[in-house]
């Protein structure tokens, strides 16, 4: 098994910023439809890597 996965910590650090709005349905649809719009973007199924969640401790 590769032994070179290297982690970093994220250490931005949380907006305290209250007036930051969700994004209402409508403007997730826009967003959807946006990038459906690009020919080269195409769904991708997903891959079950259980060797590597076995690896890393996690539970399938």
Do not use: C, V
């Not at 007036?19 to 997730?28: F, L, N, P, T």
């Not at 946006?34 to 973007?41: G, R, W």
């Amino acid at each position: 098994m590769n032994t070179d996965l290297k982690w970093t910590l994220n250490n931005i650090k949380k907006s305290e910023d209250r007036q930051i709005q969700k994004m209402s349905a409508e403007e997730m649809a826009k967003a959807i439809h946006f990038h459906k719009s690009f020919p080269q973007y195409a769904e991708t199924p997903l891959t079950r890597l259980s060797g590597l969640s076995e690896y890393l401790g996690l539970k399938p």
